[in-house]
């Protein structure tokens, strides 16, 4: 059975509280609950988790490559700082998405560069938690599985 | 039934013979059909159409806010010189969905910006002709339709 | 008797529709009629004349070049990215007047750069519908009438 | 009986000897008369002063609204270079038209940008000793006054 | 006994009136008594004054090193453009606080610069009329006075 | 009783060894002893705690917001890089003031900019030590206490 | 017999009456023939066309990789903003030549930054009508025909 | 007898106070005095004056060009910020040279740039209160007095 | 016997199986080895770590300060982002070389610029594993041992 | 008889051994031959010189200017640095075409801009050893020769 | 005697042949005498010469601090390329005194560029010929010397 | 015997008597001394040179590919401006070193820029004179010598 890892960068933790006019409601909870249903629809494996820390970032992004087929990345401010997560997603041989609940090239100028976004197959942003369903299934079809 | 438009821009009837390791070798017509099955397995109406000219473009952006609930733009090079493909999108009350086949933020530094992303709901770039189906059901969800 | 010709970009045709809080209320005939107004008034022949198409504007100053003795030009979204528009009226020897409905200089950074005003007589911009007819004062000012 | 205010900035007191093939050969005096019929024709009473220091033009904009009900305003050189200009339009609440006698944008490079015209109503340039005429109208315009 | 100097930039004596919702409801006289009030609790004589003028900025600060032991500058727009106020904080042996009342940094690009706050002891700024008894706090500590 | 918390980033732990020139001979022990001081005169509780790790001060900032009224923030040299820092404190409901030890104006042109002030209520910089116990007499102020 | 085609972008038409002083009293007529008696002397076929807009353009480029050899391209202000182009010129396995009348790095800026020369073989540019027929005979070089 | 004049912008009443590292410790009455000497040498009239305002210094400008045959003009910090100074100066048909007496290009990047020196003779920095006779001599030698 | 640190930053940890084509098959521990060969030839004791976490790495520094006489430093993707790892080799007064098995002048822009070498005593670069012992051998003659 | 003289600039003696996936197989004395060839069948005389020093090429283009009647000048290198080469081409009356063996639009993007080309007749590359021949023949044709 | 140099850089050989309506019609022999006049009136020995290439100049600036007591540098076109020159100035002990005969900030923006004048005395420019013994009077005031 | 050349550009023959606190009292013969000594302990030959002379430095590269298997680069000065240097490394097969005395990147911001670094094998800088020996070692190892 594949199995496909989420990853979520600093604040995401603070979800459906944090300002609800840019983010919407929905915790990090319901995010992976959607997020276990598309997996199960797909019959996929999923891990779903989430870190404040650049540090364990890379971490888990080292250790994601050994475990999935896939991961599908919410850097969320890391994005546009971290070019260790960047190098992290490199040098891994692991298919990485970008994604973003906001649409970033609706926001400041500095949420339009993202360091990441280069290093993957291709990034989603602007439709909220759908966009979590949207980039497992993107992930599937990648990964040549039934999309 | 609700419908949607597809529109695609400048050189993507090239489609399949233009630049294959960027672009794949999929053709624009592979794609409708691909399209045609997705809205099919979700209700929808779909409207297919391409152009290589800006000024046609903004006519059919214009058309598409009398006809359908959403668009899906692909607007290829005009993504990065258009404002009046912008002001389109931002003069009409369609929600509409930004579209590249390739990872536009792999490539050269000037396909990174674009005029439309901030007047759009979201973006989705990277998945060559996977992305088409991607967006639709993006769509969809975002029209609140089962996504 | 002396006749000027007025020529609007794209997005214009949807005036009164589009973004009524930047734009207004009043529709692209209701200033045409203002205008023919003025004309009036003030002894001109008028044309009046909408396209969004680049190329077709580029052809439509060439024309006006040889049926008007002036041109006044709101060129919209192409006032920020065409050099065409701003050759062709560098091409012709007919005095252009930059008009624009909003003050771009209180919009986006990008609708401060104009690629036409450098080669026109002047610019008026901000004052909505009314600014036609200013425009066309001006230009019968402009052309030694009386303005 | 309303009034208007218009206020020139520095070295428009030396206007029709200064780079006649730039400005003209008008003199102040002789646009304060073309000012005073407009206004005349219009049923508007008016004031009309320059100054060639920054401060004293504040002043004169801080005090204008308490005696008029429209302010036009020619820079000249502070229009590229004072803030203290921008904030004190700002925070009277009486509308501003920024007016050139040149087209600023078919100069140098640094007088394309204004401090001023993002906080004005609109703005008016190239149209020489002309364009204070036509600044009149538009304030009367913009005040709901026969334009 | 020990004498500062509170010095205003220029639209600073409009306060109370000028864009409430950034700089609130105190007037100038109001912050005088609340520095006045502060000064008389750390045994300070204070001088308080005000000018639009940049040129009588420069004097001032040049005076208030004859007579005072510490300058709270309040340049307000002259901040952004102004080298001889800077020449002038340098060329005074004076300790110099600068203040504002909005915090600059979350206002537009153009206000984030000083040119002014390089060459002073340090920077207060966001607290609104509550930032003067703190800069004269923050000048009696600096000055070795209980703060 | 209000309680207040003061978070300081990577380094500072070295204060009174690090560069003295610069930041001085006091420790960040005697630093909090001052701000104790400072609390207990205006009788506030305080929380005082220091760190290397952005992840770790991220999630400081996220705790702070559950037991206190306001942050006192010293981000130090995540001022300059640290869009979750920002993104943390945007997405609390607290109140929090940047603080800096020396005057970040005076130093090297990248610690000009700091992503965090323009989420921030106000800046205090360049007062050394007595930048913090003017920062708690500052949010106290901004709290509606007795500042 | 091998055929090459020679396209010619805005306000070229005009040639002869724009701005004879930097694009010379030549027609486009003229140059036509001056490219045909090249052609001719070179065993080549030709087609040559004109047009002002930016999706002609790109439609004549995609066309003239099924019936010709090479591309002489003169795309005019196009050259400065059109990505369109630049992508139909790597969209098609034709060798293209960018040709200009007036030496472009001798004029503005902007005409120095082409979209379309880096996926060109190569440029010429300000000899006038002249660098027709030499582009010809760069394009019958490049293609192994006697130079 | 010709006469010149010689100004001095903002500050520099403190001469011989002011940073005598950068200005040295002559006073602006002993410069005076060097070039009384210099101006009797060359049997020159000399008016010799200094103001921190920028407004004054524009109308010191237009008055010398109604008394003097050249201007020596040290316009200090307002050199780098002031456009009416240069207006000033384009608007008179009198020859002025600028003047530094520290220089320039050893200091900050801002005061490598000058507003006024593109309309200027030509400049003299560097030399301290040395510069003021060499600049009186330049400007007799300029006048084709006996250099 | 003198002791000198080697720290390693993020993904480092992966060296050997990570983008073999830019940092080689080499292991950290192969490196490690390396040092300690050299260590051991110059009569220098030797630490030898990594890290993912930026703050770890901090603390790291600080740490090595009180037990090493010398640092070289592989600081990764922070070098390019890091302003803490700056400032904690600002903060120690221990000797620090940075060092990077790639040349990073020869790969992405953004790999140019490096926030620790200004405070460094040295660069070196481009060496693969062979740069761990010509750093050793260069920290050895930095600090007067034999090199 | 007229004659042309063909310069070349640093590191072009190496052709054929350098890069040859940019330059070619060719070596500098094979495309002397080629100008030769070129230059008789036009009946001009040649003079075909390198050097790798700037000084050298300053010189020689100074002499050329009295020796021939127009100069082909590839520079190399020294196009994107030299400001003494192009005050060279303008000190002389001598007609300069600027030729490149490369597209250099399609390399570097320092290679994109020529300090010489703005002084230049205009400006042939990426036509390889080709471009020599065809400059001749532009320079045959400029200087009203049967080109 | 003391001893001054006056070293003159590319292109200025050509003078008043060389764009006469820039540089004027005077040659460098004409200039060489009038230095030399200067000189002999100061009681001062001169060493006058010319190169065109950046080395050679190197080479002179090197020698001529073990043979002069001051040096005037005319470096002409390596004024806004070099940093060798500029390096030499640096390394050796001689005052130094840029020169240029044009105003070189009325000129092309490069043009205002110096690396050299950071480390000079002080620069003079745009008095033509004349600016030549200005120099030697300011360096013979520099040094002491009666000026 | 394998050879090695180290070539050493503008102003470092004037070593340790130019500017003793950047470069030290060592001179070059110093160190040459030095770097006979390690390739005598290395078992290598060596040539050592110096230049003031770009085009002399390009020639010597191109000789060195001739003679050496290696080449360390010391290019001073011109290592910030020279894309002649840079071709000439690139167009010999020789691998070179770039080589600093000083630490460029704690120097002024021009320095930090390297046209050679990307075109050599790795860059050494910061070490003094110990730097030679260092590379002369780091080049061996790259020939797979015994470093």
């Keep these: 059975m594949v199995s496909i890892a989420v990853l979520n960068g600093p604040n995401?933790?603070?979800?459906?509280?944090?300002?609800?006019?840019?983010?919407?409601?929905?915790?990090?909870?319901?995010?992976?609950?959607?997020?276990?249903?598309?997996?199960?629809?797909?019959?996929?494996?999923?891990?779903?988790?989430q870190s404040n820390s650049e540090g364990a970032l890379v971490d888990m992004i080292q250790s994601a490559a050994q475990h999935h087929a896939g991961l599908i990345l919410n850097a969320a401010a890391y994005t546009h700082t971290s070019v260790a997560l960047r190098d992290a997603v490199s040098a891994v041989s692991l298919p990485v998405i970008e994604l973003h609940?906001?649409?970033?090239?609706?926001?400041?100028?500095?949420?339009?560069r993202s360091w990441i976004a280069p290093v993957c197959v291709g990034v989603i942003c602007g439709f909220g938690p759908q966009g979590y369903p949207l980039a497992i299934r993107a992930m599937a079809g990648h990964l040549g599985l039934a999309g």
């Design 12 to 49: 995401l933790n603070l979800l459906g509280q944090r300002e609800p006019e840019i983010y919407g409601a929905t915790t990090l909870p319901d995010i992976e609950a959607m997020c276990r249903d598309t997996a199960h629809d797909l019959g996929l494996k999923l891990e779903f988790s």
């Design 101 to 112: 609940l906001s649409n970033v090239h609706a926001r400041e100028e500095f949420r339009h």
